[in-house]
């Protein structure tokens, strides 16, 4: 239960962080097929493995498949370990 809390609330403030850096580059780069979306980049990190479950968990990955442009503030799983469920 603790870890589906804590997994939720990452979840919530990787989507508040998107939410808050929202709004137009001046000049956003163009971009490629070849490129590939947040979640292929956080599945290719096994840093992020923590964040990649929490974004998962809050039925996130489709939205941050598709086109953004998106900012996401990526937690690594060591800053993960480092939290408390309670300072979350």
Avoid: H
Avoid at 53 to 81: H, I
């Amino acid at each position: 239960m603790t870890i589906r809390w804590f997994k939720t609330m990452a979840a919530v403030c990787t989507v508040t962080f998107l939410a808050a850096c929202g709004g137009g580059d001046d000049d956003p780069a163009p971009v490629t097929p070849a490129q590939r979306n947040i979640v292929q980049v956080a599945q290719a990190n096994s840093n992020l493995s923590i964040l990649v479950e929490a974004v998962v968990a809050a039925d996130l990955a489709t939205t941050l498949s598709g086109p953004g442009p998106y900012t996401v503030f990526a937690p690594t799983d060591a800053a993960f370990a480092l939290c408390s469920p309670s300072s979350v």
